[in-house]
């Protein structure tokens, strides 16, 4: 007779999280001297040069668990392009340590949920950042550090979720071009020093609440043409509270909405100089422009803010000091407009056209009427009321060629106090 033993029972091992975790995997290229990551999840990438090595020489850590992924030196290998892919987990973070220089290219895809990217060093191709596809719904923080050094292109390409960028200083020599989706994206300038883009700037950050904000007493300097786009949604341009100032070589555009929704939107800025054209696009809301310092437009200066109860103010505060090589163009909408114009030297021509104010509304424009100084204009005004009531003032105010003003149906007033019309 045959005895039967009892199974042998198993002893289950129970690992922590970490212990079980696949760390972050490597590819090396020989070819064009590319390294492509693969991040695992959680995993915080720090990548840092290999000190007493030529450019390229690169160590990348996983700090979680302490393991290099990669180590330069040790494989004689120089990274030339840097990609890092996070895309198939959940978290993820990486940051370029100060000492780190790239030759090449740095492309960073983004994961599924939160990524953070923190750049200080230097990396001589383009940078390029792409949040996690659709339906995932990503938050990211991307920082540029003010000793970054770009030598190409920083493309931002935002997720649907809620994302912070902070532009902290540093130099990008091509163009700087960020892109949000739906949801709340913020975007924070000259926290700690200037930044220098040498080619264009363009902010089109989506549908969705909206915020761009200045940090610290510092300039954003762009080579070319600056350009900001908002969607549907409140948007908020907001240069002012602490004393950051915006340069552009070219054109300065804003565009805070569309005619198809109904939303508030607002540009506050101390200092804002273009060498060419400055343009403000307003929606189908209520649009407020203040400047409390200095506005400068090389060439024209156009206002077009659309419906809704709207407002352009060039000297909140009157403190400002502000230049117009040529035109100063104001279009109104429907709803109620107020215009302030005050220490102004215009090159050519004034024209503003006042809404159709609604019943209870007011229009309004006033030229000279707060400190410090007059406006000046060696061309053309022409000022033309909507069709409800409307004042009209003009004080402290020369006029190079002819004074025209147009009343509309409703009950206007004029009040022309220390002007002269050559």
Known sequence: MNSISPARRQILNVLSLEDRATPASAVYTAATQTLTITAAEGDRLVVAAVAKQPVGYITLTETQAAVNVFKGDATNQGVRNLIVKFGSVQNGDFLLDSSAKLGGNLTIVGAKSTQSVTLFGTVGGNVTYTA???PATTSDQFN??????????????????SNTTRLKGGTIRGNLTLVGLS??????????????VGMAASFNLGDGTNTVIGLGTHLMRVGGNFNYMGGTGNDTFNLDSSGAGLTAGIDARFVLGTPLAYDSNAVSIELLSANRNI???????LDTIESSGLLSAGGNLTANLGNGDNSFNSNQGGIGTNTIGSNFTYVGGMNGDTVLL??????????VALGDAVAG?????AAGTQAPGPVTVYGNVKIVDGPKDSGIFLQRMFVGGSLTVLGGSGNDNLIVDDTQVA
């Open 342 to 351: 005050d220490n102004t030297t215009i090159g050519r021509n004034v024209s």
């Open 132 to 134: 996690a596809p659709a």
């Open 279 to 285: 343009a403000f696009i307003g929606g189908a809301g």
């Open 183 to 196: 949801g709340t994206d913020r975007v924070e300038i000259t926290d700690s020093a200037d930044i220098n």
């Open 361 to 365: 509304a007011n229009s309004s424009f």
């Open 144 to 161: 540029v550090e003010p000793t970054t050094v770009i030598g190409g292109n920083l493309s931002l390409n935002l997720g649907k979720g």
